[in-house]
């Protein structure tokens, strides 16, 4: 079912900036919001940028969201030790009706 | 203080059933969409279902479609998720979320841990 594709892995190392791309098509993220959701290991995810590029309060300033397309990147800036951590993408899909994740990127801070 | 608490899960055989809930506290659950969605160990997050607030649209994910019921009391503050036919496939910790305006799922459960083996 998931169809938004994502690096398995990224990598930086810290101050450094990181981008994770998120690829979909037409019918999710072409005509609807992207999301980006933080998961920490063993923890439930915390969402971290909604409608394609805007940050909840207590998100700090060093993520931003971005969509062009049918494309969506999440960068982060100023990397720290603590953005260790799995992104995923997700969009609604109209034709489906259903909404995707993509396959989450393990980020690793060098 | 906002809060979901997931429950229910636990082991099971191939082909039983399985019902899980999830218990708000500290907003008007009524007035939110809320949604379930499943991790397998190991794998990444797999959107199981929404319902809104007044259950009128409710959507499944393609692999849930004619073996999970979604419902919600919203006089209980409770959003449930049946299961039946359940498979291996399955194995998954299982969350309940908040859905606000935006599509956003601002608030997440702890989750509950589904195993089907035999």
């Known amino acids: 079912q998931s169809v938004l594709t994502q690096p398995p892995s990224a990598s930086g190392t810290p101050g450094q900036r990181v981008t994770i791309s998120c690829s979909g098509s037409?019918?999710?993220?072409?005509?609807?919001?992207v999301l980006w959701y933080q998961q920490l290991p063993g923890t439930a995810p915390k969402l971290l940028i909604y409608t394609n590029n805007q940050r909840p309060s207590g998100v700090p300033d060093r993520f931003s969201g971005s969509k062009s397309g049918t494309s969506a990147s999440l960068a982060i800036s100023g990397l720290r030790s603590e953005d260790e951590a799995d992104y995923y993408c997700t969009a609604w899909d109209g034709s489906l009706n259903v909404r995707l994740f993509g396959g989450g990127t393990k980020l690793t801070v060098l | 203080e906002v809060q979901l608490v997931e429950s229910g899960g636990g082991l099971v055989k191939p082909g039983e059933s399985l019902r899980l809930s999830c218990a708000a506290s500290?907003?008007?659950?009524?007035?939110?969409?809320m949604n379930w969605v499943r991790q397998a160990p190991g794998k990444g997050l797999e959107w199981v279902s929404s319902?809104?607030?007044?259950?009128?649209?409710?959507y499944y994910g393609d692999s849930m479609k004619g073996r999970f019921t979604v419902s919600r009391d919203n006089a209980k503050n409770s959003h449930y998720l049946q299961m039946n036919d359940l498979r291996g496939g399955d194995t998954a910790v299982y969350y309940c979320a908040r859905e606000i305006g935006t599509e956003a799922f601002d608030v997440w459960g702890r989750g509950t841990m589904v195993i089907v083996s035999s």
């Open positions: 319902i809104t607030s007044t259950a009128d649209y409710i």
């Open positions: 500290g907003f008007i659950f009524s007035s939110y969409t």
């Open positions: 037409s019918s999710n993220i072409g005509s609807n919001y």
